[in-house]
C-alpha cells in the first residue's frame, strides 16, 4: 500500500473505522432523516481528540499528523458524510488557522476548546454575493474602540447555531482590494451575530448550515487572527488542508458506494443469475474501482505533502477535482446497479448519492480547482 502507513496511521484508521461502523453507521439513517444534530457523537469525537487532530496536545487536541487526520476522516465519511463535514470543518479552517497563524494567547483561548471539543467551530468567507469570488466579499470591519465591530452576511455557514468561534474574513480597508481583507475569531455567543434557520439541504441533511446576518457583532482587538491585511492568506492557506478534507470525505463516501454494490451485485439476481455476473455490471464495478484507487493515491499524497511542510495548493486542488468528480460519478453508478431501488429512501446508495453532490461545490468548486491547476500550469 501507498503510502507505507506508520504504525500510529494504522491504528488511528482502524480506531476510526471502528468507532463509525459502531457509533455513527447505526443512527445515520434516522438523523438523515429527521435532520437532528449528532451532538452526542461530536462529544465523543472531541474526546477522541479527532476534533483537533493535528493540533498539539498542549492545545487540547490529538497531536496527530496530517495523513492521519485524512484517513480518519475517511472512515467517519464511510459511515455518515455529515458528521464527516462538522469533523472536517472544525479541523481544517477553524483550528488549522488558529494554529498556523494564532498568537500563544488566542491558541489558549480559543484553540483548547476548540481542538478539545468543548465547543465547535466554522469558517465565514462565502457570503450571498461572494462564492467562488471570495476576494469580492462586503462584509465590514470598522476599527473600534478596543476592537472592531462587524457589519455583512455570510452565506453556507456550516456548523452555524452548533459552534462557537467562527474564523471570520471582513473588510478593514475598502481602498486596498484584496489586501484590505482581515482575518477575525468571531465569538457568535453575542446579540450582534444572528444565525439564520438551517438551510434546506439535498444532503448533508443532519450537518448544520446556515446564513448568519452580522449586525454591529465585536471582536475584541485581541482576536485579530494574523496582521491586518492578511485575511485572504489566512482564508486559503487554511483551504489547501480543507479541500484535501473534503476530498477525503468523498472518498469515505465514495468506498461505501463501492461495497454497498459489490454486495447487492452478488445477490440480487436478473436472468436467471446474480447481477455481477453481467458483464455490463461488471464493467460499472471496475471502472468505479479504477477511480476510486486513483482517487485514494491523490489524496493520501496530498496529505503527505501537506504533513511535510511543502505547499500543496495544487496537489490539493488536483486530489479535490478528481476525487469529488469520481465520487458523484461512483455514488451514481450505485444508484445505477440499484436500479428501482437505488432511488428509494429505503437504500443506503441513495442517500450517498445525495450526500456526494456537495463535495464538487463547497471548499471551492471543480471550476475553481481547475482554475488553481491551470493557473499553475501556466505561470
Ligand atoms: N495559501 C496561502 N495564500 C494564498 C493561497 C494559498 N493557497 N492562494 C492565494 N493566496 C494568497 C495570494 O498569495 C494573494 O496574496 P498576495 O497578493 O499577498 O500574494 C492572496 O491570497 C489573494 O490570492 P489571489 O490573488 O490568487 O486571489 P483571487 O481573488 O485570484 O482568488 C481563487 C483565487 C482561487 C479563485 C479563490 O478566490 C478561491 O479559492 N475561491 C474559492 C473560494 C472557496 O473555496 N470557498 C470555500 C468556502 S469554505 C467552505 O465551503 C467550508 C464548508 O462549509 C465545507
Redesign the pocket.
Given at each position: 500500500m501507498f503510502p507505507q502507513f506508520t504504525e500510529d496511521q494504522s491504528a488511528i484508521r482502524e480506531a476510526a473505522h471502528a468507532f463509525a461502523m459502531a457509533e455513527i453507521d447505526p443512527g445515520a439513517a434516522a438523523r438523515d432523516a429527521s435532520g437532528e444534530f449528532p451532538k452526542a457523537i461530536l462529544k465523543q469525537l472531541g474526546e477522541m481528540g479527532f476534533l483537533g487532530m493535528c493540533v498539539p496536545e498542549a492545545y487540547g487536541g490529538g497531536g496527530s499528523d496530517f495523513l492521519s487526520y485524512i484517513l480518519a476522516l475517511e472512515q467517519v465519511a464511510y459511515a455518515d458524510a455529515s458528521v464527516a463535514?462538522t469533523m472536517?470543518?472544525n479541523n481544517?479552517?477553524a483550528c488549522a488557522p488558529i494554529l498556523s497563524f494564532g498568537t500563544p494567547q488566542q491558541k489558549e483561548r480559543y484553540l483548547k476548546p476548540l481542538a478539545s471539543g468543548e465547543v465547535l467551530g466554522?469558517?465565514m468567507?462565502?457570503e450571498p454575493d461572494a462564492?467562488?469570488?471570495?476576494?469580492?466579499l462586503k462584509t465590514r470591519a470598522v476599527h473600534v474602540e478596543g476592537g472592531w465591530q462587524l457589519n455583512g452576511s455570510k452565506a453556507?455557514?456550516?456548523?452555524g447555531g452548533v459552534g462557537r468561534y467562527f474564523v471570520t474574513m471582513a473588510r478593514t480597508d475598502p481602498d486596498k482590494g484584496?489586501?484590505g481583507i482581515s482575518a477575525f475569531i468571531l465569538d457568535a455567543h453575542q446579540p450582534g451575530v444572528i444565525m439564520g434557520p438551517p438551510e434546506a439541504k439535498m444532503g448533508l441533511r443532519s450537518s448544520k448550515?446556515v446564513m448568519v446576518a452580522l449586525e454591529d457583532a465585536f471582536v475584541p482587538e485581541e482576536a485579530l487572527l494574523g496582521k491586518p491585511?492578511?485575511g485572504?492568506?489566512?482564508?486559503?492557506?487554511?483551504?489547501?488542508g480543507?479541500?484535501i478534507g473534503?476530498a477525503a470525505q468523498a472518498l469515505g463516501i465514495a468506498q461505501r458506494a463501492m461495497d454497498e454494490s459489490v454486495a447487492y451485485a452478488r445477490t440480487r439476481r436478473s436472468f436467471g443469475k446474480p447481477i455481477g455476473e453481467h458483464q455490463m455490471i461488471q464493467t460499472y464495478l471496475a471502472e468505479m474501482e479504477a477511480r476510486l484507487q486513483a482517487s485514494r493515491l491523490l489524496v493520501y499524497r496530498a496529505a503527505a505533502m501537506k504533513e511535510a511542510g511543502r505547499?500543496c495548493?495544487v496537489e490539493?486542488a488536483t486530489a479535490k477535482l478528481f476525487t469529488t468528480e469520481s465520487a458523484v460519478w461512483i455514488c451514481d453508478r450505485a444508484v445505477q446497479i440499484y436500479g428501482g431501488y437505488g432511488y428509494s429512501h429505503e437504500y443506503l446508495v441513495e442517500r450517498l448519492y445525495r450526500d456526494v453532490r456537495?463535495t464538487t461545490?463547497?471548499?471551492?468548486?471543480s471550476e475553481?480547482q481547475r482554475?488553481?491547476i491551470a493557473?499553475e500550469l501556466l505561470k
Open positions: 463535514v472536517s470543518v481544517s479552517v466554522g469558517f468567507l462565502t462564492g467562488s469570488d471570495a476576494a469580492a453556507w455557514i456550516t456548523n484584496k489586501k448550515t491585511g492578511d485572504l492568506k489566512v482564508a486559503f492557506g487554511g483551504l489547501d480543507g479541500r473534503i505547499t495548493t490539493a456537495v461545490i463547497y471548499e471551492g468548486t475553481i482554475m488553481v493557473r
